[in-house]
C-alpha cells in the first residue's frame, strides 16, 4: 500500500496527530471559563471514544455536539467534585496541622473518603459521555465501574500519574503536553474506556457512537 495514499499509513497518522491537537485547543478553549471544564472533558471523551470506535475524523463536529448536549450535567458534576475536593483538601489540611488522636481520625476518615472520590472521577465525565442517565445513577456507575474494573482503573491511575511525572520532569515532554497533551491524554484513556464499556453494551460492534441507557449497574 502506498503510505502517500489516503488510506496509506502514514496520510492516516497525521490525520490521527491534526485530530489531536484539534481536541486539545478545543478542549483549552472550552475550559477557559474553568466551570465548564466537565462538559469540555465529556465532549474529549466522547469524540476520542467515536474516533477510536468508527475511525471518523469530525472530531471538532463530535466535540462540540456532545459539548452543548451533556453540558447541563456535566457543569452540575464538575461542580459537585470540585466541592468535595476542595473538602477533602481542607480536611487534609486541618488534620495536618492537629495533633493527637483527632488528627489522626481526621485523616484516616479523610484518606478512606479519597479513594472512591479518585475513583470514581477518573471515570464519570467518560461515563456521562457513553450513557443516558440521572446525575445520581452517573455517579452511582462511575464508582461501580472503577471498582469493578479495579485493573483497568489501577492502569487509569498510571497514566495519569505517568503524564503528571514527565510533565514535570522532561522538558520535552511538557512541550508535547502544551501542543496536544489533552487529545493525546483523552485519546490513550479513551481507548481503555471503549474496552470497559464493551462489558456493558457486548453489541457495541455492531453499534454505532450513539449514547445508549446503561441498564446495567453492576
Same mark, same amino acid.
Given at each position: 500500500m502506498n503510505p502517500f495514499s489516503y488510506d496509506g499509513l502514514l496520510v492516516r497518522f497525521l490525520n490521527l496527530v491534526a485530530d489531536l491537537v484539534a481536541l486539545h485547543v478545543l478542549w483549552l478553549l472550552c475550559s477557559l471559563p474553568i466551570v465548564t471544564i466537565g462538559a469540555s472533558t465529556t465532549a474529549l471523551y466522547y469524540a476520542s471514544m467515536r474516533r477510536i470506535r468508527t475511525d471518523e475524523s469530525h472530531v471538532h463536529q463530535n466535540f462540540l455536539r456532545s459539548f452543548r448536549q451533556n453540558f447541563r450535567q456535566s457543569t452540575i458534576l464538575w461542580l459537585m467534585m470540585l466541592v468535595v475536593g476542595a473538602v477533602l483538601l481542607l480536611d487534609f489540611r486541618l488534620g495536618l496541622a492537629m495533633e493527637? %488522636? $483527632? #488528627? @489522626?481520625? *481526621? $485523616? *484516616?476518615? #479523610? #484518606?478512606?473518603? &479519597? /479513594? %472512591?472520590? /479518585?475513583? @470514581? #472521577? $477518573?471515570? $464519570?465525565? %467518560? *461515563? *456521562? +459521555?457513553?450513557? =443516558?442517565? %440521572?446525575?445520581?445513577? =452517573? /455517579?452511582?456507575?462511575?464508582? &461501580?465501574? +472503577?471498582? /469493578?474494573?479495579?485493573?483497568?482503573t489501577l492502569l487509569l491511575a498510571v497514566l495519569l500519574g505517568t503524564f503528571v511525572f514527565f510533565s514535570m520532569h522532561f522538558i520535552p515532554f511538557l512541550g508535547l503536553v502544551i501542543l496536544c497533551g489533552a487529545g493525546i491524554y483523552g485519546y490513550l484513556t479513551s481507548g481503555i474506556f471503549v474496552q470497559v464499556f464493551r462489558k456493558y453494551l457486548p453489541d457495541e460492534l455492531e453499534q454505532d457512537m450513539d449514547k445508549t441507557d446503561l441498564t446495567y449497574h453492576g
Open positions: 493527637g %488522636p $483527632l #488528627s @489522626t481520625a *481526621v $485523616l *484516616v476518615v #479523610s #484518606s478512606i473518603v &479519597l /479513594l %472512591p472520590f /479518585l475513583m @470514581t #472521577s $477518573l471515570y $464519570l465525565f %467518560p *461515563v *456521562v +459521555a457513553k450513557f =443516558h442517565n %440521572p446525575i445520581r445513577a =452517573h /455517579l452511582k456507575n462511575a464508582f &461501580l465501574m +472503577a471498582f /469493578l474494573n479495579f485493573p483497568y
